[in-house]
């Protein structure tokens, strides 16, 4: 699908600031590659925090399109009047903070709860020795659709230390088909902050995010599959023995820890089946409620099934679903569940407050009118808005490092091409698809899951750029010829 050229360019709503210099269309589009620039500057050279810098860079390009301090902030006086950036700031959390919230506290449950231990090890019965790193790689896929990336990496790794030891073969083997498995997780599905952060500044029902990310996902684990078991058998890493001793006191720390809790020793091992319904109980609400209103017409068991498929309710039965089969019903104390759930929010406030930051980013671009001069320009290009996406995203992720960085600037550079078009929202979702897609590609030494990566699985820099680096690359790129091959057809 092309973007239509537009003839006549609308003239910029200011004239302040930087276009009182370059006029026009010219000047807003400086405007917005000085502002990419100074982000890019902020975050790689300065370090200064992602959230600081999307605000900082929000107001610079605000001020320099010919903002008026009270378009930006508003006024004392006027209470009542929304500035660009309580309005981008509280349209996008108050879609995206309660779907994070109740996904982490409910990862968090799965977590503690030794769901991961449970998955896995019935997957490595099921599989064998012999396909182990395909065992473990679907755990990752599935654990990961809850948990954030890096908490999957710590929860699981001792997993995948266990089967190399046993085989005797290369930790590579098996750790990158559970790292394929966690991407692809937290890149294309909701309710991981990218695709959420997305759907909320592009406004597309979550019910499309996860069946697009699904179709567009699958394909694209796959191939990030066949290419860890190639590089697998051609690059050797002995399992790194001093992780293993950390695994092994770490994990008499958590039974510690869980003891004080109010745990319980007559606590039996909770069912496979207890956590895969638990998981996919949100998925499969969503997606019925996103069905329905295609297939039924207005009706109570519409509303019903819509009720009941609303993001915040889904996760809220999950949620309590988990503090019950998980937690009350073997053992748990109250108390245990609300400190489980109160510490895993503690690092979500980072995740928001740079998400929200992307949304006055995107308020202040559409506000100034560089937004829509941004649109224009990408028009006379003729590329289809997801290719356009994609590069635009992958850009932004090489350079600074940060996938939440990369979709949320993206999203707010990409609204103008698709608002107000005639758009259905499969074609918006494939749009969020490319947008996640690159923010995973070439994950390298400016970003912080490669170090993860590289200390957890004890591998060097040298061989981590052959393996993890290529893997998210391939990842990438087949997660977008997917979504940019659906696109042609929705």
Do not use: C
Not at 15 to 24: D, E, F, N, Q, R
């Amino acid at each position: 699908m092309l973007i239509a050229a537009s003839p006549t360019p609308p003239p910029p709503p200011h004239t302040g600031g930087l276009l009182a210099l370059i006029p026009g269309t010219a000047g807003l589009l400086t405007v917005a590659a000085l502002g990419i620039a100074l982000l890019l500057f902020l975050i790689i050279k300065v370090r200064l925090q992602p959230f600081v810098a999307l605000l900082a860079v929000s107001i610079a390009v605000g001020l320099a399109a010919g903002l008026s301090v009270t378009e930006l902030f508003g006024t004392v006086q006027k209470s009542d009047a929304v500035s660009l950036i309580e309005s981008g700031m509280g349209g996008i959390l108050g879609h995206v903070a309660i779907i994070i919230g109740l996904g982490t506290m409910l990862g968090a449950i799965l977590e503690v709860s030794g769901g991961a231990e449970v998955l896995s090890s019935r997957l490595l019965n099921l599989f064998g020795e012999r396909r182990a790193p395909l065992a473990v790689g679907l755990t990752g896929l599935i654990f990961g659709i809850p948990v954030f990336f890096d908490v999957g990496i710590f929860v699981l790794a001792p997993i995948v230390y266990a089967a190399a030891k046993r085989s005797g073969k290369s930790i590579v083997l098996y750790a990158m088909p559970l790292l394929a498995g966690l991407s692809m997780t937290h890149a294309f599905l909701p309710p991981h902050p990218g695709p959420v952060a997305a759907a909320g500044l592009l406004k597309v029902d979550l019910g499309w995010v996860i069946l697009m990310g699904i179709v567009v996902g699958i394909p694209a684990v796959l191939a990030a599959w066949a290419y860890a078991a190639w590089i697998g058998k051609r690059l050797f890493v002995a399992v790194p023995q001093d992780m293993v001793e950390a695994a092994e006191e770490a994990k008499a720390t958590v039974a510690a820890e869980r003891a004080a809790a109010g745990r319980t020793d007559r606590e039996e091992p909770a069912s496979l089946g207890t956590v895969l319904t638990i998981i996919g109980t949100p998925l499969a609400l969503i997606l019925a409620a996103t069905f329905s209103s295609i297939a039924l017409d207005e009706s109570t068991l519409r509303s019903v099934i819509e009720f009941f498929g609303n993001p915040f309710v889904a996760l809220t039965i999950a949620l309590l679903m988990a503090y019950y089969l998980l937690g009350l019903r073997r053992g748990w104390s109250r108390t245990s569940l609300e400190r489980v759930s109160t510490a895993s929010l503690k690092p979500v406030g980072n995740i928001l407050l740079v998400v929200g930051a992307g949304g006055i980013f995107g308020a202040v671009l559409k506000g100034s009118g560089v937004a829509q001069a941004l649109s224009d320009t990408f028009s006379d290009v003729g590329l289809p808005v997801v290719v356009l996406a994609y590069l635009i995203s992958l850009v932004l992720r090489v350079a600074q490092g940060s996938a939440t960085v990369a979709i949320v600037t993206t999203a707010g550079i990409v609204l103008p091409l698709v608002e107000g078009g005639d758009h259905s929202q499969a074609f918006l979702a494939l749009i969020i698809m490319a947008i996640s897609a690159g923010s995973i590609f070439a994950s390298h030494v400016n970003d912080g899951g490669f170090w993860i990566v590289a200390k957890y699985f004890g591998i060097s820099v040298r061989d981590t750029l052959k393996s993890w680096t290529v893997l998210e690359s391939v990842l990438s790129v087949a997660g977008f010829v997917a979504a940019a091959a659906l696109s042609l057809v929705v």
